[in-house]
């Protein structure tokens, strides 16, 4: 490949690292999974906003170095395929889990977000944890549970006062009615 080409290539990685804000991924390997496979794992992850792309490690080394990121160049040795998108690296990492059950022969050797490297152990991890919708959920909770529990002591009182109104209404009810 010529040094022209390399460098096209290079400034395409940059533009893409630029262009889709791609600061967090997950690396694997896909040696050995078949064409048919590899298309449907790409269209279902391109269906929910994730993209995978085989990568020529010397070139995406220098773009990462390009944008601080060198740290994760150490991950790159060998055949080596980047995923990002979705709302996070978390989703990622959980669709990447879930298509390693069906495709015994995809690996993981690492993630990289919030500048740190992750190994392939410390990648599978990050399916375990919390999505962004969840956290956002539990936020969103969290901030609501002290005006939920403000209404409810405002509101005891009154369901006591109404309920002892209704008995006694009830009962008025009652004697003319006898």
């Known amino acids: 490949m010529s040094k022209y080409v390399k460098g096209l290539m290079q400034n395409e990685m940059e533009k893409t690292i630029t262009d889709k804000h791609v600061n967090e991924f997950l690396v694997v390997s896909i040696m050995g999974i078949s064409g048919v496979d590899n298309n449907n794992m790409r269209g279902e992850l391109c269906k929910k906003g994730i993209n995978l792309h085989v990568v020529k490690n010397s070139l995406f080394r220098k773009a990462l170095a390009a944008h601080g990121m060198d740290k994760a160049a150490d991950m790159f ?15 990622v990492a959980k669709e990447m889990v879930e298509w390693k059950k069906k495709l015994k022969q995809l690996n993981f050797i690492g993630a990289f977000l919030d500048g740190a490297v992750l190994g392939a152990e410390g990648a599978k991890e990050l399916s375990k944890m919390p999505t962004r919708a969840e956290l956002h959920g539990k936020i969103a909770s969290m901030a609501m549970a002290p005006g939920a529990n403000l209404v409810s002591a405002f509101m005891s009182p009154a369901s006591i006062i109404a309920g002892c109104l209704k008995t006694i209404a009830e009962k008025d009810e009652n004697k003319e009615a006898a």
């Open 77 to 91: 040795k060998g055949p080596c395929s980047v995923i990002y998108g979705g709302d996070s690296i978390v989703d």
